[in-house]
């Protein structure tokens, strides 16, 4: 198993001091099994959860499930929402919505909730998301002294542009940020001597720096990310860890029926989205290109599946080009008709810029759906790389793409092939065995004079009750 693809020569001089890592957590279940107890406990946080769909909570589902197969135990921190589960290892914390996305504002950290957190005695904390939670996570770690991993799953500059978010109101978080942290306060340009694109980086950059500081190990799904930004980390800290995932077992008649309860007859190809159909996703690039495309397969459906959380800005882009009669919004599926809907389809279209890996091309793949991809950098990165169909950002080139793979079915049936074995060599399970090794190196890592020295600086976590 290669943990070096980032690392460069730095990290490969090091090997031999470090040492073999699997050693520091073994990955033998029947061991586990035998003790009675896990190997390794693991501490996610993260600001999205069930029954939120999307990209982190399906990575993070995929890895703690995959992670208990080999004996691991997981505890996530997450938002509290009334339709969530019961679980003993799910940690749920005060949150109201906040109005975009079906986000849930969780409370802002506290030291009581580190010590909710401690009480669970981890190994190690993990990060996934910058926000309240994902800040209490790093807050946790430094108050503990605990290894401290963070995957960097959200291109953070690309989502805040397409949200439009004031520098000011960025630069009061980056404030919070370091004020909770004990850091000292980010240094930002002046209005006045930047563009507000530049400030509003800048800003970015500099919350990156805080929520970063501090990692053993910062992951990045695919290396497309670090074309896109530079991240404040040194080379050897950061990893490559692509989430593998999997897809529900679906009967036979699974496309039929999902196109029978969508009134989609045999004889029209369909064209398949899943994600969530907002701004950030390129669904603008898609209903331009689906337009021009019905001019030459006018019996071509257009099914978005996803939560919809702008519907005038979506059925405004259905109206202008021409498609509102041929397009189907199903809103947010459970996983098992997710599956349907690729069984049911011709060929996936994944328009988005904004995606550091794009689970769902991978679900696409192992349903042997051949993708259309706008992002040139997730095409050749990751572990479908070279395979789906490249279009680039343009609507013209787009459309000839989607028509090529639904005018040839032998084209269509190889490509989706090709995808298909190359989705089938990241399972969740190789995924699982990757992350444990990094976690290792974390463990390694943490125990180094610079990181007592961090820890100590910050004064160690003393709880009463712990002591007691």
Same mark, same amino acid.
């Given at each position: ?41 693991? @501490?996610?946080?993260?600001? %999205? ?5 999307? +990209? ?7 890895? %703690? ?35 975009? @996305? ?28 910058? +926000? ?37 109101? #960025? ?40 929520? #970063? ?17 530079? #991240? ?7 990893? #490559? ?45 898609? %209903? ?13 459906? !257009? ?25 189907? !919004? ?37 349903? +042997? ?7 040139? @950098? ?80 910050? +004064? ?9």
């Amino acid at each position: 198993m290669d943990l070096r693809p980032l690392l460069g020569a730095r990290r490969m001089r090091r090997r031999a001091a470090y040492g073999d890592i699997a050693t520091v957590i073994p990955l033998d279940p029947a061991a586990a099994a035998r003790t009675g107890r896990p190997t390794l406990r693991v @501490a996610h946080f993260s600001d %999205t959860y069930v029954p939120r769909r999307d +990209g982190v909570v399906t990575a993070l589902q995929t890895l %703690t499930a995959a992670m208990s197969e080999l004996g691991h135990s997981s505890l996530l921190v997450v938002p509290r929402h009334p339709d969530q589960p019961t679980d003993e290892e799910l940690l749920r914390l005060p949150s109201v919505p906040c109005g975009v @996305a079906q986000f849930r504002l969780a409370a802002w950290p506290r030291s009581r909730h580190v010590e909710r957190v401690a009480h669970w005695l981890p190994h190690v904390v993990h990060v996934h998301t910058p +926000g309240p939670v994902g800040l209490l996570g790093i807050f946790a770690a430094r108050r503990l002294g605990l290894p401290l991993v963070q995957t960097y799953h959200t291109d953070l500059r690309a989502y805040v542009d397409a949200y439009r978010l004031p520098s000011t109101v #960025l630069a009061g978080v980056a404030r919070c940020y370091a004020r909770r942290l004990g850091s000292p306060k980010p240094e930002l340009p002046r209005r006045v001597s930047v563009s507000r694109i530049e400030r509003r980086n800048a800003v970015v950059d500099a919350v990156n720096g805080l929520l #970063l500081a501090d990692a053993d190990a910062v992951l990045v799904p695919t290396p497309a990310i670090l074309q896109r930004c530079k #991240l404040p980390v040194d080379d050897d800290r950061i990893y #490559l860890a692509p989430a593998g995932v999997s897809l529900p077992s679906v009967s036979p008649s699974a496309g039929e029926e999902f196109r029978r309860r969508h009134r989609i007859s045999a004889d029209e190809p369909v064209v398949l989205f899943v994600g969530r159909v907002n701004r950030e996703k390129g669904i603008d690039l898609l %209903t331009e290109a689906f337009g021009r495309l019905r001019d030459v397969v006018p019996a071509a459906r !257009l099914v978005l599946v996803g939560a919809v959380y702008e519907p005038r800005w979506v059925q405004r882009l259905l109206e202008q080009a021409g498609i509102a009669d041929r397009t189907i !919004l199903t809103g947010q599926l459970p996983p098992e008709q997710v599956a349907q809907a690729y069984a049911a389809s011709d060929v996936f279209a994944f328009p988005s810029l904004t995606d550091t890996q794009g689970l769902v091309v991978q679900e696409a793949a192992l349903a +042997g759906l051949p993708s259309v991809l706008a992002d040139a @950098a997730l095409h050749a990165n990751g572990p479908l790389a070279g395979t789906g169909v490249l279009a680039g950002p343009d609507a013209m080139r787009y459309a000839e793409a989607l028509e090529d793979l639904l005018t040839r079915p032998d084209y269509r049936k190889q490509v989706g092939e090709d995808a298909r074995r190359r989705a089938e060599q990241n399972p969740p399970s190789e995924y699982a065995e990757r992350m444990a090794a990094i976690y290792g190196r974390a463990v390694r890592r943490a125990g180094s004079a610079t990181r007592e020295a961090r820890r100590g600086r910050r +004064g160690p976590f003393r709880s009463r009750r712990l002591i007691a």
